[in-house]
Nanobody, 124 residues
Framework: QLQLVEAGGGMVQEGGSLRLSCVAS????????MAWFRQAPGKEREFVGL????????YYGDSVKGRFTISRDNAKSTVYLQMENLKPDDTAVYYC?????????????????WGQGTQVTVSS
């Protein structure tokens, strides 16, 4: 059973930056596609981005393209989400996710493993 632990959330002003990290309890190299999702109060969970096992495939949700960057360090079993130019609409709980690479990210609800989430709050 893979366990995921996120860190790096917090409060930031509009236009600021944050870097989230997610550490897996076991090796992720060559095994899992890693992803980030977010959920704002009263809204459905939203796909943010994913990165394939070898980092050869990276996809982002439309609302974060050009502002967020996902990366991974398989030797450290860690995936990162660098968030730039943050907006109040980015306020949400951010979840780390691991699973198989989907055929499409459209409508994808994530893989089998989830972290507990970390809160990101952006003030205007």
């Amino acid at each position: 059973q893979l366990q995921l632990v996120e860190a790096g959330g917090g409060m930031v002003q509009e236009g600021g930056s944050l870097r989230l990290s997610c550490v897996a309890s076991g090796p992720i190299s060559g095994t899992y596609t890693m992803a980030w999702f977010r959920q704002a109060p009263g809204k459905e969970r939203e796909f943010v981005g994913l990165i394939s096992r070898s980092s050869s495939k990276i996809y982002y949700g439309d609302s974060v393209k050009g502002r967020f960057t996902i990366s991974r360090d398989n030797a450290k079993s860690t995936v990162y989400l660098q968030m730039e130019n943050l907006k109040p609409d980015d306020t949400a709980v951010y979840y780390c996710n691991a699973g198989d690479l989907p055929h499409t990210v459209v409508g994808w609800k994530g893989g089998n493993f989830w972290g507990q989430g970390t809160q990101v709050t952006v003030s205007s």
